[in-house]
T-cell receptor, first 115, second 116 residues
Framework: DTEVTQTPKHLVMGMTNKKSLKCEQHMGHRAMYWYKQKAKKPPELMFVYSYEKLSINESVPSRFSPECPNSSLLNLHLHALQPEDSALYLC??????????????FGPGTRLTVL | AQKVTQAQTEISVVEKEDVTLDCVYETRDTTYYLFWYKQPPSGELVFLIRRNSFDEQNEISGRYSWNFQKSTSSFNFTITASQVVDSAVYFCALRGLIQGAQKLVFGQGTRLTINP
């Protein structure tokens, strides 16, 4: 089972709203990732959590705030977003295997529109 | 620096034709991993294959086959007897063992359209 789930599937929010994206996996993976994907572009890495600790932050603006409550859950808290933040937000997870034989499995994404 | 180039932005073929998607990569790592992902219109990236740099054996899975050539830094993907359900954006990606060990470097993607 290589399932990563994300909720909601679609989200429309105003620039003054606060919302959260949720990602969940039950594969025992110890690394979880947030990506942002604009139309006709490849995914761009935002954050990586390894063993529930933030290991990579790709200089993402503070209006995006990640949280990893436990090894199965990853949240992305959104506040005061801009219209250019509208995109597909993808979550991924991986086993974090030694030796590098690590594969990231992606969820279906949340399509975010900021008005 | 690591880089993946997918020179073909869009490909359109008629069903049952064979089609090859090109992927060329750059890395200074001696050990690295190459991936192909499929992204259908629904948005989810579906993992297709991982290839280790020390294993140049080509692989076939049903109608899919992959040709890895270290000498030309290429990892091409061929779909035989294409079907409409193969229509998607395909991404080639690279991950080094040392450089950015947790980061996938994606190519720009190739949009494949299979026409009935």
């Amino acid at each position: 089972d290589t399932e990563v789930t994300q909720t909601p599937k679609h989200l429309v929010m105003g620039m003054t709203n606060k919302k959260s994206l949720k990602c969940e996996q039950h594969m025992g993976h110890r690394a979880m990732y947030w990506y942002k994907q604009k139309a006709k572009k490849p995914p761009e890495l935002m954050f990586v959590y390894s063993y529930e600790k933030l290991s990579i932050n790709e200089s993402v603006p503070s209006r995006f705030s990640p949280e990893c409550p436990n090894s199965s859950l990853l949240n992305l808290h959104l506040h005061a977003l801009q219209p250019e933040d509208s995109a597909l937000y993808l979550c991924a997870s991986s086993q974090l295997l030694a030796g590098g034989t690590d594969t990231q499995y992606f969820g279906p994404g949340t399509r975010l529109t900021v008005l | 620096a690591q880089k993946v180039t997918q020179a073909q932005t869009e490909i359109s073929v008629v069903e049952k034709e064979d089609v090859t998607l090109d992927c060329v990569y750059e890395t200074r790592d001696t050990t690295y991993y190459l991936f192909w992902y499929k992204q259908p219109p629904s948005g989810e990236l579906v993992f297709l294959i991982r290839r280790n740099s020390f294993d140049e054996q080509n692989e076939i899975s049903g109608r899919y086959s992959w040709n890895f050539q270290k000498s030309t830094s290429s990892f091409n993907f061929t779909i035989t007897a294409s079907q409409v359900v193969d229509s998607a954006v395909y991404f080639c990606a690279l991950r080094g063992l040392i450089q950015g060990a947790q980061k996938l470097v994606f190519g720009q993607g190739t949009r494949l359209t299979i026409n009935p």
